[in-house]
């Protein structure tokens, strides 16, 4: 499969028409101005109130919410949780290592508390050229939430025999435990190896020593896993679609695509908190590079330094360059040169609590989310923060990542149904019980 893992993640492939992408020189940061607005409690949506997500009602997945598992009714849970901006979270592990000429860190040991509820893994600050991905997380008791070895099949994803399904990525790599039912996390010592790979050769190159920084997350909630939450958002103005980070705060069609956002997420009782509003600089109005842990999307994504608040890092551009020109016509790929995409994420998930990275961010194509046809610009970023939460999608219209099954890990997602928010082909806003514990369970959400 030489060369097949360049093709990466969590996008929306959706054009309504081609874009080009304009090369971009000379990129000087302009730190701009930026602001925090407190999150309110109920953002006024055009639907108002609090139960109006577009699937309607609590019980959201079609299979309804069979709790296998500790989370609660959907209207538990009120806000217990800390401040805005803090999440109830604990840093397990956070040491650099070094990788040897095989690419493979020691086996790292750490242990998990008592009321753990999932687990964060970050492997940040390595060669930007490379593929990261961790190998072999033993949990207590021996239980194999991911396989040591499995890389060795030669595929970027670790899906049919992997507990806790992930992908390599390149720049930086991030995994959220669990994110399906097969998966668990429990209280004792875990271990795991952080694994690098060429991007460009296959497994085995020999890799010049390098190091690495392994950041482990845990989310303990005492009381079992948490039935609502909040989530903070950063975003990031290229001013793409005329939106700066003086004027969107007041923009009526900016507080519309908030408020209908957080009507979507109302659906998995995610409230959208605090927002902070940076500009970004513009010569990053449309970028490329979307494959590589050094492109343009990647230094981009990389500004997200500057974020003050734990969350997502949402930058809005005008165009992303697909590289490979799939654009999407209803339910069909077609090939086209120049295409681009509405929307990527920097992982799923992206990186978790560690900001900075080639990954550390999703990007929104104001323009063509906004164009006639098109999803929405609402639609398509609270798709790609589902992707950057942890979220797969429910189902790929084609399945482009080698070794990606063509559905998600959970249960209660219907199949090839193009009303949820998660389907690949991006055209509805339907959200179940499992996709809401999944992103209840990044330390992100609080
Ligand atoms: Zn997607």
Known sequence: MKGSNKIRLGLIIVMVSGLAAAPLMGCSDDEGSQQIIPGGDDDAGPSGGDDTGPSGGDDTGPSGGDDTGDD????????????????DYVVLFDDTLALDSSGYSEVVEFDAPDGINSIAVTVSEGPPTMMYFITGWIGPDGFEIVPDGWESGGMPICADGCNNRLMMDPGAFATLAPNNPASQVDPGTHSMRVGAQSATAGIGETLNVATVRLTIHGKVDAAGAPSSGTLDLNFFFTGAGGWTADNAPDDPDFQNMVALMDEIYDQVHIDIGDIAFHDAD????????????????AQLFAKSERAELEGPSVFFVEGIDSGFGFIQDGNEYNQQMGGGILGISGGIPGPMIVDGTPRSGVAVDVDSSSAMGAPGIAHVTAHEIGHYLGLFHTTENITFIPGMPAHDPLPDTAEDDPSYLMHASGSGDLMSEWQGRVMRKNPWVY
């Open 72 to 87: 609660t009714g959907p209207s538990g849970g009120d806000d217990t949780g800390p401040p805005p901006g803090e999440s």
């Open 282 to 297: 513009p010569n990053y109005r449309v970028v490329g590079g979307i494959q590589s842990g050094t492109g343009e999307l």
